[in-house]
């Protein structure tokens, strides 16, 4: 039998799905339900309970407690009462009982493929951790952006055409998520994303436990302090049990106008109303929602013009999610029964509609190999990219100079175009991502042909700003290299393109700009239909690293600039007669050029 596995690990909660000899997916139900808390109990002993089993425990030892495991990805270890535990074998033993649940509901059959979900944000040093803490669990892993699985699920049911993309809001446990995702023929590509990391269904459960508090508690503060604060046995009991008793009232909320919270003596049940859970919750929900409207507008389209939007993730079967998304955007969003499973579900649909995709790394055509430092097997696939904009050649790639440790924990989230545990061979998406390093010398002042308040739009995303040069518009971009494209709204050609590029360093480019120079000097040496290699030109009054790009009848001019471990490239593309009518636009966009950390 032919079984694969889709986990969407989750923020609270961990959904699995599993599809047996390519039949529908199917939901993998856990303790009686369709998801399974992303909590992780470490006991004494070094077990690892996970699930339910892991909040039971906590009231024992609440030290011990790890209830958002996803939330401590950047963090490296992790201390759990006394031991010292390394984040990857924490995601390992979520990613085990999601693996062993779907492999006992399919007989104990062996896992063919894994296909792990994840934000669409998410760098390759996240995405390492995920695949570290994955080996061994499937014969294979590939991974999906969240997004992207989604909209995969999405048009099963509803067609999206060629080219139109679709807004995701997914209103998980513990972020929210808005991602606009476009369908290029077969393949479906994050636009854009925006994320709220401080909001999630938890929080609505603590606003309404709160409420219920205020409404209980006069009768007797002394009481409820303890139930809520109690380090005895008994309170924690009590209070895990109010606090799911608090959820399920949420949700009942979702469906009926009011409902009763039970309460432990001496309080008296609590009478809670949809009205006052709205109430609790419309600013931040409202927020939540304008999320989609920017995500739109980032990835330079209109709502009016979307195929739709989709709610997906449990919290968004509140009511007043959909009406303020409609609100915002003017867009009638669409959601299903079971919102949380939609993730999972869409993850092996997408494997199995475009069965070399992958969102692992940024990739182009050719085997990817992808070797973990420590010894494990390889995980080698052959993928396809989406289709590149046109006009915009299959990219060339400046492969390291020479390998370094990765930092370890990473000081923040990032997107890196190589990590430097994993050694990655692969042709970059959408641009030709040649790596120069450059310097912002911000004392030269400001830019001789444009200013820095050139009419046009001003373009903020990742850690860099531009504005726009005028007659110039943002025609896409890609998430996971955290680039932006302009096209001329009228172009002349249709290699006439602007791509800006952001890339993380392992060290400071600032305080040491030779070994920046010579590493690029280095990977300039190696590389075909490079030219005019000038590691201290000036453009736009700005000091870069220049050189100059063949690729078919497409020349692109390369200026980067970097500021501490940021590094802005930016590729200016046009065709041979295209010189003068390009330069312009491109003076104005590295002259205005910002990194913004």
Not at 533 to 554: L, M
């Amino acid at each position: 039998m032919s079984l694969r596995v889709a986990v969407d690990f989750g923020t609270s909660s961990t959904c699995v799905a599993l599809s047996r000899n390519g039949r529908e997916p199917e939901v993998v139900v856990v303790d009686g339900q369709p998801i399974v808390p992303s909590a992780v109990f470490a006991a004494a002993d070094g077990t690892l309970f996970v699930g339910q089993e892991a909040e039971r425990q906590a009231a024992v030892d609440p030290s011990r407690y790890e209830p958002h495991p996803k939330r401590r990805i950047d963090e490296g270890e992790l201390l759990l009462g006394t031991s010292v535990l390394p984040v990857v074998d924490v995601v390992r033993a979520v990613l085990t009982r999601a693996v062993d649940e779907a492999r006992r509901v399919a007989g104990g059959a062996r896992v063919d493929l894994l296909v792990l979900t994840h934000p669409a944000d998410w760098g390759a040093i996240r995405t390492r951790v995920l695949l570290q803490a994955a080996r061994g669990l499937g014969q294979e892993v590939r991974l999906v952006p969240e997004p992207v699985a989604a909209a995969v699920f999405h048009s099963a049911t509803h067609a999206i055409p060629d080219g139109a993309a679709l807004a995701v809001l997914d209103l998980g446990g513990g972020t929210v998520d808005a991602s606009v995702v476009a369908r290029r023929g077969g393949t479906f590509r994050v636009l854009a994303t925006k994320g709220d990391p401080g909001f999630g269904g938890a929080d609505v459960d603590q606003a309404l436990l709160e409420h219920v508090g205020s409404l209980v508690s006069p009768g007797d503060p002394e009481a409820w302090r303890q139930l809520v604060e109690g380090r005895e046995m008994a309170d924690r009991r009590k209070r895990r049990v109010l606090r799911q008793d608090v959820r399920g009232a949420k949700e009942t909320l979702s469906r009926h106008a009011y409902t009763d919270v039970p309460m432990p003596p001496p309080f008296p049940d609590a009478h809670v109303t949809r009205t006052d859970l709205e109430r609790l919750i419309t600013t931040p929900l409202t927020r939540a929602a304008a999320l989609v409207v920017t995500a739109v507008r980032d990835a330079g389209l209109d709502p009016r013009g979307l195929a739709g939007v989709f709610l997906v993730g449990g919290s968004s079967r509140i009511p007043l999610v959909a009406r303020l998304v409609l609100e915002q955007s003017g867009v009638v969003p669409t959601s299903i029964d079971q919102p949380e499973t939609v993730v999972a579900r869409g993850a092996l649909r997408a494997v199995s509609v475009d069965p070399l995709r992958t969102g692992a790394l940024p990739a182009g055509q050719g085997d990817v190999t992808q070797k973990i430092t420590d010894q494990t097997r390889k995980i080698t696939r052959r993928i396809t990219p989406p289709s590149p904009p046109a006009g915009f050649p299959q990219p060339s790639y400046f492969p390291p100079a020479a390998a370094a440790p990765a930092p370890a924990p990473p000081r923040r989230s990032r997107v890196p175009l190589l990590v430097t545990a994993i050694a990655v061979v692969v042709a970059v998406v959408g641009a030709s991502v040649a790596y120069a390093l450059t310097r912002d010398d911000t004392t030269n002042g400001g830019p001789t042909t444009p200013s820095t308040t050139a009419a046009g739009k001003t373009i903020a995303q990742y850690d860099y700003s531009f504005v726009a040069p005028s007659g110039w518009q943002q025609t896409g971009g890609q998430v996971e290299t955290r680039k932006v494209l302009l096209k001329p709204e009228a172009p002349e050609s249709d290699l006439d393109v602007i791509a800006v590029e952001e890339r993380v360093l392992n060290y400071n480019a600032t305080e040491d700009r030779p070994r920046a120079e010579t590493e690029l000097r280095g990977q300039y040496d190696q590389r075909e239909n490079v030219s005019d290699f000038d590691p201290s030109a000036d453009f736009a009054a700005k000091d870069v690293v220049y050189y100059r790009e063949q690729v078919g009848s497409a020349v692109i001019d390369w200026y980067v600039l970097f500021q501490d471990d940021v590094q802005v490239s930016v590729g200016c593309q046009y065709p041979p007669d295209g010189h003068d009518r390009v330069r312009p636009a491109c003076e104005q966009v590295v002259g205005t050029l910002t990194v913004t950390k």
